[in-house]
């Protein structure tokens, strides 16, 4: 005959008492969600539609249906780490309530963590819902121009315009000067760096994604500093307007179809017989060749009157060719600004354009008080010559500015969500809250 365990009459009576109403809500319930209904029920539907074609795709493999299957997948990643998150914190909410003092403290610590890990993964989440920008992928064309402030926003301009370039190449980004043009007034020195009064420069900066990591740089940039002419040392400010846009590759192929400039349907897509194309002498130094060789390059969109000047190369034809791609990249731009246009005006909501007014100021540059501020994100940062010089105090402004257009996307969902599932009135109107 086998004996009985022996049990002690205090756990006894510890296992027959009934457990705590407390207890067993935390232990049959999730962990609280950090995320707007809308998003959630969003996220979910997108996951069970990836999950029944992906079903669908291992008995059948159909080219559609698997490039659907690709662009459904980042959510239904995303929300897959959530729950799985959520459930961790769930279990561990319930080891809270352990009677090992040991215990406790270990799911306490291990709580903490995966909380941290819970609001990151939230914002992944988020963010992976929200319409990923047609031209991310791409290369892109940084402009830089002079804006208000006279002689002392041009020479600000060359800092700005060095400071993208030595950014670029601290991190080994393939860049292209396609337009480097000055003024004349001669070099001036500030804070220890020589500046060129510049007319206007593009960059093109030719990684894959380029556009993505820098369209959160368009706008106006302020600039509060002595000048180095100013006999009275006081401040001025003046600013330069940054344009970002989207640039091509090299072999038209390496491009998707919809966004090729040979096809007719795409926005980039330019006629050339709307193109009015001009000859010219280039102007500036460069001795005899300027004078004497037609080189420089003037075209002129007539439909949108949008108009590019080129005369950096000696060469024609070159000169045509970075017309040509600039020429694109502004169309193209400005088709999609439209286009977005539209698409907002339909949801009741305010686009944020790329187009560059006084109103847009998104950064201040302050040498007195060695500080730059985002003025989106709310970020300040001190070390000014650093920011300058593309260092890594500019990664926090450029990865604050990035953070900031994702909130906005996440933000601009929610309302569209929030006004999709309201109630409607009998006119078939949505009800006002």
Sequence with gaps: MLTAQWVCRRCIKALARPQSRQFLRLASTDAQTNLPLVLLQRARNIAAEHDKLASTLADEFDSKTAKRVGELSRVAEALKEWEAARSSIAELTTLLQSQDAELRQLAKDELSTTNAKFNTLATALSASLTPRDPFADMPCLLEVRPGPGGM?????????????????????????VLKY?????????TGG?????????????????????????????RVQRVPATEASGRTHTSA???????????NDSDMPNAQSFNDPESIFY???????????????????????????????????????????????????EMAWTLLRSRIGQQRREEREEEAWALRNSVLSKDKITRGNKIRTYNYSQDRCTDHRSGLDVHNLPDVLEGGETLDKIIDSAKEWLINRDIEALIAEEEAAAAPTTKGGKKAKK
């Excluded at 010219?280 to 080189?295: L, Y």
């Design 181 to 189: 043009e000055t003024v004349e007034g001669g070099e001036a020195s």
């Design 240 to 250: 330069v307007a940054v344009w970002v846009l989207p640039a091509f590759p090299e």
């Design 270 to 320: 330019v006629d050339p017989r709307e193109v009015k194309e001009e000859k010219m002498r280039a102007r500036g130094a460069g001795g005899q060749h300027v004078n004497k060789t037609e080189s420089a390059i003037r075209l002129t969109h007539e439909p949108t009157g949008i108009t590019v000047s080129m005369q950096d190369s000696r060469s024609q034809h070159r000169n045509r």
């Design 193 to 221: 760096a020589s500046e060129s009064p510049i007319q206007e420069a593009v960059l093109e900066i030719l990684d894959a994604g380029a556009y993505d990591q820098f369209r959160g740089e368009a706008g106006m940039h």
């Design 152 to 176: 002392e926003g041009r020479y600000f301009a060359d800092a700005v315009f060095r400071m993208y370039r030595q950014y670029c190449s601290r991190k080994g980004m393939r860049t292209n």
